[in-house]
């Protein structure tokens, strides 16, 4: 199971811009790249109440989100499947694939975005099964996912392993009873990830069939 943002794909770039002309519209000031970045990783409603406040858990007025949330989608729209995938994603996926691992994206990510994003990049075709943030009616940092993911596939969580970026995807693992893997250039929220809580971590995709072998 690998996440998306982070992991596989920088989308971060294509975020801060639609952010940005959400906030240009609502006539608020504008972000630094890195503050949208670190904003990054717990889905997009998350995100964009972070942005109108400023802060991380403090709730915006309900009729500026609501008016908030439409311009933001709307802007993304036009620049998601602009995002590329890291090095070695391509590759350590391929590899993967030849070693005979059964692979799925698991992300905080509507659907709406989240698949035009994968055929887009080339990676579609790599994952057997596809969980975006509104597949189920929760997300990670539940694990509800993971769970969904190892139902379908058979497979007990224990033999299971997810490759994330952030706290949100060691928690998710963590609570469903998986390996977790993480790589050190995703969004974490501007800190590094604290590997005495990962069971691995690799520099990218690349690594990561020789480390199951």
Not at 85 to 106: E, F, M, T
Not at 142 to 161: M, N, R, S, T, Y
């Amino acid at each position: 199971m690998i996440d998306l943002d982070g992991t596989l794909l920088h989308t971060a770039p294509e975020i801060a811009v639609a952010a940005n002309l959400m906030l240009v519209d609502l006539n608020l000031p504008v972000l630094p790249y890195s503050q949208v970045e670190s904003y990054i990783g717990e889905g997009a409603m998350v995100l964009i109440k972070r942005c109108l406040t400023g802060q991380k858990n403090v709730e915006p007025n309900a009729e500026l989100f609501a008016q908030a949330e439409l311009l933001f989608f709307a802007h993304y729209a036009k620049n998601a499947a602009l995002s590329k995938p890291y090095n070695g994603v391509i590759d350590g996926l391929q590899a993967l694939w030849n070693n005979g691992y059964r692979l799925a994206c698991v992300t905080n990510k509507p659907e709406e975005f989240t698949l035009p994003l994968l055929q887009k990049s080339g990676l579609a075709d790599f994952f057997e099964l596809v969980v975006a943030g509104d597949t189920l009616h929760k997300k990670k940092p539940d694990p509800i996912q993971l769970h969904h993911i190892c139902a379908k596939f058979g497979v007990p969580e224990c033999e299971a392993l997810l490759v994330g970026d952030s706290m949100t995807d060691i928690v998710a693992a963590q609570a469903a009873g998986c390996f977790i893997v993480t790589v050190p250039y995703g969004y974490n929220q501007g800190r590094p990830i604290d590997v005495s809580q990962v069971d691995a971590t690799i520099n990218d995709l690349t690594e990561l069939a020789a480390l199951l072998i």
